[in-house]
């Protein structure tokens, strides 16, 4: 992560020879703010390591840089009491999301870094075809989150 340019470059090996590919993605301001303030937060050990994400825990991984993210989510759901789903469940969320809000393909395919639009119309797809009562219900909706949305004023729209 690149805070000065408010940028995050990213590594994959999913090409067809092996070789590594980076991309790198702007950062919105909410999620420049947000890591800021983990990274600045966390252990004095830690504050000078390039990596924003530090295993902190005892043993051989202690300071290098945080891989568990399977267990991070099944952590996560648990404490939420939610049925655990994966950080890929959130891709193709986001993907579908998108699309239902006109973004186009080309846009989508860029942001998940996908070579192919055929990958990216299979993520859209799957969601849209089967599963778009399930997507709805994770959307901010005033019916589904009365609680949480700011309550209107009675003369107000």
Sequence with gaps: MD???GTITLTTRKTKDGSARR???DMSDELHQTLWIWKNSQHRHFKKSPYVFVCQRQGRNYGKPFTTRRTFMESLCKRAEVKAF???ALRHHVASYLADKGISTPEIQALLRHQS???TDRYIGRLRK???HT???LRTD???LPDLLPQKKEGQP
């Design 86 to 88: 994966g950080c890929h």
């Design 142 to 144: 005033e019916n589904l």
């Design 117 to 119: 639009t055929t990958t």
């Design 135 to 137: 997507v709805d219900l």
């Design 130 to 132: 089967g599963n778009k």
């Design 23 to 25: 991309d790198t993605l």
């Design 3 to 5: 805070f000065k340019r």
